[in-house]
């Protein structure tokens, strides 16, 4: 977990990482897991946060044409009222490509977990995350759908956290304060995601609280706002998957009026909230499979934003830049390659690159550089590679990792 404070860029609006923080610190919210079968270890499959009254809610959710059942039930349920009481997920299956069982399924796990906890059936979301193609062994969910309120805590932020991982190799939560009309709130996050991640929205699951008093309509344009700079801004493999999603619940308990575009600290929340999601997105793909490091991808100078998100995804997902990054190469030729054909428009006459502080080219032409520098640079944890085109405004960053030998190997045997 990150402790400190972070303020912007602009110095005006500033939050306060919490330490220890998790998705049950906001105002009204539990959390839990437990073991129910699907899994071959002893590892938590099945989850749950739990809202003491119906939240506001708001989803992205991925644009994969075979969209898994859980993804449409929650919609369905979010659509509804705005309102959601309590998110359900299960790791271990993912319940897609299932056709009309999976949806009865996805069904049956909502009305359960609402018969279970008390709240509305419309008031409840489910999710599932796993192997694709098998039906889920109902017995086993509903057994445990049975079990889960009593493990439902105040602090059950990590437990709920180990429930929805799959090849993940650490769980990756964290929570921020802001003070809102005079009040303290808190945004909150946990995510699990290590494979099929090239984000069109999303390729992964997450799950945001807070306690800030707001609409549904102005929690989904704030979602929707950070997800191109964070959730949707990561590659590892360049798979988008069947059923990934992030879904936002806020209690309001932390009482004071409600929050929206207008009000004088939406800026000070908006920041904390693009905060967490950028920390969630950045832990996956720093725990992405068999990756040693993380790639962070800076491009400015594009003709637009738009046209800079486009030309980072294509470095980061660029099997020869993450083999270059994972063998501590500086060629700089596989950069350059990606950014010429992202298909947005370059200068080739103006483009600069730096790994890290190192230039390696300069108006597109090639600048001597220290190789022992660069070597010993590309052999840390974190590489950052900047690019310039000279061009316009347009700005991003994004977030990748490198390939290894031991990708292969966790995806070469997945189901077994």
């Excluded at 550089?369 to 660069?374: G, K, L, V």
């Amino acid at each position: 977990m990150r402790i400190g404070e972070y303020t912007t860029m602009s110095d005006q609006v500033s939050f306060t990482v919490v330490p220890e923080g998790t998705v049950t610190t906001p105002k009204g919210f539990r959390a839990g897991g437990l073991h129910c079968g699907l899994k071959k270890t002893e590892r938590y499959d099945l989850g749950a946060i739990l809202c003491d009254v119906p939240a506001s809610a708001a989803g992205v959710y991925t644009l994969n044409a075979f969209q898994a059942a859980p993804l449409r039930v929650t919609q369905e349920s979010i659509a509804h009222s705005g309102k959601l009481q309590a998110m359900i997920v299960n790791s271990g299956n993912a319940n897609a490509c299932t056709g009309q069982q999976g949806e009865d399924d996805a069904r049956a796990m909502r009305a359960a977990s609402a018969k279970a906890l008390g709240v509305a059936e419309h008031h409840v979301g489910v999710t599932s995350t796993g192997v694709i193609g098998e039906l889920l062994p109902m017995g086993k969910v509903l057994s445990g759908i049975e079990q889960l309120p009593a493990k439902l805590k105040l602090d059950g932020g990590e437990d709920f956290c180990q429930s929805i991982l799959t090849t993940d190799l650490v769980q990756k939560m964290t929570c921020v304060r802001v003070v809102v009309g005079g009040k303290e709130v808190h945004i909150a996050g946990a995510a699990k995601g290590s494979g099929m991640i090239h984000p069109n929205m999303a390729t992964m699951l997450g799950f945001m609280t807070t306690d800030v008093a707001i609409e549904s309509e102005y929690l989904q344009l704030l979602l929707s706002r950070i997800t191109d700079n964070t959730f949707n801004m990561i590659t590892v493999d360049g798979d988008t998957s069947t059923n990934d999603m992030v879904v936002v619940m806020a209690s309001g308990l932390a009482g004071g009026d409600s929050l929206h575009p207008g009000h004088p600290d939406w800026e000070a929340f908006a920041a904390g909230f693009q905060y967490v999601g950028e920390y969630l997105a950045k832990a996956i793909a720093r725990d992405g499979e068999g990756a040693t490091k993380l790639i962070e991808t800076t491009v400015i100078g594009a003709e637009s934003d738009d046209a800079a998100r486009k030309i980072v995804k294509s470095i980061i997902g660029s099997s020869l830049v993450k083999s270059a990054v994972y063998g501590a190469d500086a060629n700089w030729g596989r950069i350059i390659a990606a950014v010429g054909y992202s298909g947005q428009p370059v200068n080739v006459n103006t483009v600069d690159i730096r790994l890290g502080d190192i230039a390696v080219l300069e108006q597109s032409r090639p600048v001597k550089f220290d190789e022992e520098a660069a070597l010993v640079y590309l052999k840390t944890d974190t590489i950052q590679i900047h690019v310039n085109l000279h061009m316009g405004e347009g700005k991003a960053t994004g977030w990748g990792c490198d390939l290894t030998y031991d990708y292969v190997r966790i995806n070469a045997a997945y189901r077994t």
